[in-house]
Each structure stands twice: as structure tokens, then as C-alpha cells.
């Protein structure tokens, strides 16, 4: 039921952008793209979480196990890189007003699109085949909730010290890495929106950027909980690793609807227009 309302709010996002001119901006071309990867992080994940309280739904084979883990670091990776590509979005709406259309425009913004998910796929694409590379033997139990990096190479008959390393160097480099530029961003454009003086330009500036400092705080702290400490495949990561999979994906439409409030005004339209 999860699954499906999270499907529902993201539909709903991608429905309303569609159908209303208004919202033909960069910033909800952008938010169309994360409610693509939010349906796709819950359909990685969650349809195969529900099948283990079934008869043999538990059990995923070798392809299976090597698809689910491609995905899941495929929809991550590009979720990293378009948080900072909305971060950009923002600095250059409220710090460079006058020239936003011109830099922001149409071309552009397919091609940082496109970026976002060429370079998620080709930094899973390594990971995977970095995994997948080692022997594994008749131990085939993968104790998790799902096929993720850390859990499978525990069950590799050589030494898994190379990848343990590519792994924590890598994601890490990638999330530190898009994280500095979000917030490099954001010093940017809490400076200039302090320089506003009426209180109301301030506090209209700062609503545009809320809700997505609120998303890449869900984003970013549940990854870091998984992959930058020891024991991360433990009980309590495995909790954490259901938030992120299964109730974040249900939070953005939620967060961006509730502060947003062009998106409200869409999404009643789009009610009225059904009924």
C-alpha cells in the first residue's frame, strides 16, 4: 500500500508539472526527474522487501541479485548528482537573477538532466562489475534486506579488501563531493537573500529553497549512516536503509506539495479538472 501511494504523490508531481504551463520551469523539470527516480528507488527495493513474508519470497537469483544491486546504486548515484544540479538551480535564480533565463535555458537543462543520468549509471555500472568480478561459492544467503555492495561481498571466496576500499573511497568521494557543492550553494545564496532588505523578499527567497534542503537532508543522512561507518550492514542499517528506500521516496512529493506553493495551487487545479 506504500509502494502505491508512493507512486500516487510522485504521479501526482509529474502530472501537475505536465499539465500546467505555469510550472514549466527548470526547477520542476528538475523535481519531474526526482519523482522518476523516487518510483524507481521504491520498485528496486520495496516489491521484492514485500515478497520475503511469502512462500519462497525470499529467494532472488544470481541475475536477480546483480539487477536489484545495478538499480538501486543507478537511482542513488543519480539522485546524488540532481540534488546538486537543483542546488545550482537555485544559486543561479536567486544570485544571478538577471541572467538565469539565459544560462538556465531549455538545452541546458536537458543536458544537466541527461549528466545526472548518464553519470549515475556509469558509476554503478563500475560498482557492479567491481563486485560481481570475485568468485563467490555455495554460501549464498545474503544477510540483508536487499543486494547492496556491502552484504553481497561478504559472501566472496577471495580477498574483498580492494573493493571494501573502491567502495568507501568512491561513494564517499561522490556524496562529500556533490554535498560541498550543495552547500557551497547554499552559503551563496543565504548571502545574497540576507542582502534582500524587505522581510518579506527574505522569507520568499528562503521558501524557494526549503523543501529542498529538507530532501537532501533525507537523502544524505541515511547514506551516510550505510556507507561511511563500520558495521553499516548491521540490524539498525538495514532500519535505516528501508527509510531511505521506502518512506523518503513518499516524503519529497509530500514536502515539495506541502511548501510549494505554485505546485498546491497545480495539484488543485488538477483535482478540479478530474472531477
Known sequence: MRDLSEG???????????????????????????????IATSTVVVPKLIAV?????GVISFGGCVTQLFFYHFVGCTECFLYTVMAYDRFLAICRPLHYGTVMNSKVCLWLAVGTWVGGCLHSAMETALTFRLPYGPDNRVSYIFCDIPAVLKLACADTSLNETVTLLDVGIVAMTCFLLILTSYVYI???VLRIRSAEGRRRAFSTCTSHVIIVMTCYIPLSFTYLRPGAQDPLGGAVAVFYTTVTP???PVIYTLRNKEMKKAILKLKRRKA
Do not use: R
Open 8 to 38: 500516487k504523490g510522485n504521479l501526482l508531481v509529474l502530472l501537475a508539472v505536465v499539465c500546467e504551463p505555469q510550472l514549466h520551469k527548470p526547477m520542476y523539470w528538475f523535481l519531474c526527474h526526482l519523482s522518476v527516480l523516487d
Open 53 to 57: 513474508f511469502l512462500e519462497d519470497g
Open 250 to 252: 513518499f516524503l519529497n
Open 190 to 192: 543565504a548571502s545574497a
